[in-house]
């Protein structure tokens, strides 16, 4: 069975901090993907970044880095130097299809960034 | 193209009756989703289009629910005989390549 565990439900801090928001997944599939979605008060799903199982770089674009290892099966997502517009809720979501069929997302985490 | 977009964004219905919300996806994507979110939770999946076909169901989507998206554009979901266990917001997404575009949702609340 596929399962995402984003075990911080809440996470606060002041703006400049770093932060990371964890992510641990379980799958069978040898192939699989991996993604961060951001949820704003709006309500509307943002893409962030797509990872396939092969590619175990590191990525980093602009504040935002992710720190992918299958041999802890974890998908860390650190923002630096946070900013207030970056408070949502982050989703880690699991697909062993890519581009196709369903994404399995764990719970979310809350991100609260205060001036 | 302003993105996906799913009308009505909110929906107060009585319990036992049926409604239907409508997507419309980013155009030219040909893969559609639906997804069911509660409060606290991630999204699940429900139905997944590509094109006119609907190729994937999730068991959450029981003989109360139905999609539909004729000629591959938009989309619709309905519910029938609601139940409040039914209220929730109904994501739906667009996709031509790996990234899902969402919209902001349908929240339905069942009283």
């Known amino acids: 069975a596929q399962k995402v565990t984003q075990a911080q439900t809440e996470i606060s801090v002041v703006e400049k901090e770093d932060v990371t928001l964890d992510c641990v997944y379980e799958t069978r599939d040898t192939t699989y993907y991996l993604f961060w979605y951001k949820q704003p008060p709006s309500g509307e799903l943002v893409f962030l970044i797509r990872r396939n199982s092969f590619d175990e770089q590191n990525e980093i674009s602009g504040r935002y880095s992710w720190n992918f290892q299958k041999s802890t099966s974890s998908f860390n997502f650190t923002i630096t130097a946070s900013q207030v517009v970056d408070s949502a809720v982050y989703f880690c979501a699991l697909s062993n299809r890519g581009s196709q069929g369903n994404l399995i997302f764990g719970k979310g985490t809350k991100l609260s960034v205060k001036p | 193209d302003t993105g996906v977009s799913q009308d009505p964004r909110h929906k107060i219905t009585k319990r036992g009756q049926n409604v239907t919300f409508r997507c419309d996806p980013i155009?030219?994507?040909?893969?559609l989703y639906w997804y069911r979110q509660t409060l606290g939770q991630g999204p699940e999946f429900l139905t997944y289009?590509?094109?006119?076909?609907?190729?994937?169901k999730s068991r959450l989507l029981s003989d109360r629910f139905s999609a539909e998206r004729p000629k591959g554009s938009f989309s619709t979901l309905e519910i029938q005989r609601t139940e409040q266990g039914d209220s929730a917001m109904y994501l739906c997404?667009?996709?031509?390549?790996?990234?899902?575009?969402f919209g902001q949702g349908t929240r339905l609340t069942v009283v």
């Open positions: 997404a667009s996709s031509g390549g790996y990234e899902a575009f």
């Open positions: 289009f590509q094109n006119e076909a609907q190729l994937e």
């Open positions: 155009s030219e994507h040909n893969r």
